[in-house]
């Protein structure tokens, strides 16, 4: 059996992460801060380290007889540009350091980010053996991570997965543009251009962190080296705009209304939120650091290099994922279906975990 340990357990990513490592009979030990929030854990009854990324002798003692360690603690926002270093590039050093300090190392699984490698370059989507090109603070950040990393990489057999945009049941993110569109039935889209986004449901995700932790190339000491590092999303890339179509089309609006809106308008209202976060101190999701990603053009990905190597492929169409994600949101509570049509969604969604 092994046994897995995994940072950031607590989030979005991490709990389906956990579910999946527990369903396929792994021993898990979730890293946790003191106060956060274990709810969604407790049901599948995995062990609890309290400690913390920047906390090296909480690391080492959640090391203990661990095979594995999937590394997901991060921020994708925050107050200050230094902010996203001490978690996105010191936490991944700090990780991998301890791991290089035990006898037999664990396998170290990374989870970047899109960001990291920066928009597609003109319609193909990014491979990866480009080179990076981060727009945003928080992208420098994530390929500073993944440095780190490799910087331990003759010590630790470190692989890397980076996904793009990540959807599913639990995502509090993603939750307000399914509201939109099923309050008012119309979708934002920045911009005149058909961008295209790369997407991956949190479901898949987590199996391919496990088949890239399990299966998957280890990255060298050479940061140029794009062994090891992969891409992982479901391959459709829609545009923006069908994106939202598509979310349309599991809520029952079928005829979703794509309202685009110049990219100055982007940056209009990440200058208001940015303002009112520092009044607040708390991060707003559409900042400045986001409206540079919003307005850089198509993000977007390829898999191919995971398929490849792990034989990584999504359990179930893109569209088939938005509409899992829209019903457990309905049945959460999250989200409400249009009224008109509730009665013919229901009987179209049975209940789901």
């Given at each position: ?24 009979g ?18 599948f ?114 692989t890397?997965?980076r ?25 934002l ?90 009044i ?17 053009g ?24 938005l ?31």
């Amino acid at each position: 059996m092994t046994h897995a340990l995994v940072t950031g357990a607590t989030g979005f990513i991490g709990t389906h992460l956990v579910r999946d490592l527990m369903r396929r009979g792994h021993d898990v030990t979730c890293l946790v801060r003191e106060h956060s929030d274990r709810s969604q854990l407790e049901a599948f009854h995995p062990r609890f380290a309290v400690g913390d990324v920047s906390d090296r002798n909480s690391i080492h003692r959640a090391l203990d007889g661990v095979d594995v360690v999937y590394h997901l603690a991060g921020v994708t926002k925050c107050l200050r540009t230094k902010d996203y270093a001490k978690v996105n590039e010191q936490g991944v050093a700090n990780v991998a350091a301890c791991c290089s300090e035990i006898d037999r190392a664990p396998i170290l699984t990374v989870v970047s980010s899109l960001a990291a490698a920066g928009p597609s370059l003109g319609d193909q989507p990014r491979s990866e053996a480009e080179a990076c090109k981060p727009v945003s603070d928080y992208g420098r950040s994530k390929l500073a991570g993944e440095r780190a990393a490799m910087r331990f990489a003759g010590e630790v057999p470190t692989t890397i997965v980076r996904p793009p945009i990540v959807l599913g049941q639990g995502d509090p993110n993603g939750l307000e543009m399914f509201k939109t569109i099923a309050k008012f039935g119309f979708h934002l889209a920045p911009g005149f251009d058909e961008d295209r986004v790369s997407v991956i449901h949190a479901e898949d995700l987590a199996k391919a962190l496990i088949l890239a932790s399990s299966r998957g190339l280890r990255v060298t000491t050479n940061p140029d080296d794009a062994q090891g590092v992969y891409f992982a999303t479901d391959e459709e890339n829609p545009t923006y705009a069908e994106l939202g179509r598509m979310i349309g089309r599991t809520l029952g609006r079928y005829h979703a209304w794509v309202i685009r809106s110049p990219k100055s308008a982007v940056w209009a209202i990440a200058a208001v939120n940015e303002l009112v976060s520092q009044i607040v101190r708390r991060p707003h999701v559409l900042n400045w650091d986001k409206a540079r990603e919003a307005t850089a053009g198509s993000w977007t990905c390829t898999a191919a290099a995971l398929n490849r190597d792990t034989g990584f492929t999504p359990d179930y169409s893109l569209q088939q994922r938005l509409a899992q994600t829209t019903q457990w949101y309905v049945q959460q509570g999250w989200l409400q279906a249009p009224r008109q049509m509730q009665p013919a969604w229901k009987k179209r969604h049975p209940t789901v975990s």
